[in-house]
Nanobody, 121 residues
């Protein structure tokens, strides 16, 4: 059974940094484009970043562009999200997901359980 598990969340002050990880199991990780999606309390999901199978192509939403960096290590079946200069509006539950295409939102099923990021001012 394919599974995704996120980690690395926590509480950080405005301007701080965190690095999220997403480990995939039960499927051939290197064959899939991958995405990060976040959901803030009371709001719908926001697709924030995607990366191609080999890591050469990436996508960032305007809300995180220039502050977040997506990467992956296929040998470890792991994707990362380096988050710098965090803002209160980045507070959300962050999920990873498989993506059909880097330039499209991921499917709404099969997400990991998420890791909570809280940015305090």
């Amino acid at each position: 059974e394919a599974q995704l598990l996120e980690s690395g969340g926590g509480m950080v002050q405005v301007g701080g940094s965190l690095r999220l990880s997403c480990v995939g199991s039960g499927f051939t990780f290197r064959r899939f484009n991958m995405s990060w999606v976040r959901q803030a309390p009371g709001k719908g999901p926001e697709w924030i970043s995607s990366i191609s199978t080999g890591g050469a192509t990436t996508y960032y939403a305007d809300s995180v562009k220039g502050r977040f960096t997506i990467s992956r290590d296929n040998a470890k079946s792991t994707m990362y999200l380096q988050m710098n200069n965090l803002k209160p509006e980045d507070t959300a539950l962050y999920h990873c997901a498989k993506a059909v295409r880097v330039d499209l939102p991921p499917r709404s099923d099969g997400w990991g359980p998420g890791t909570q990021v809280t940015v305090s001012s």
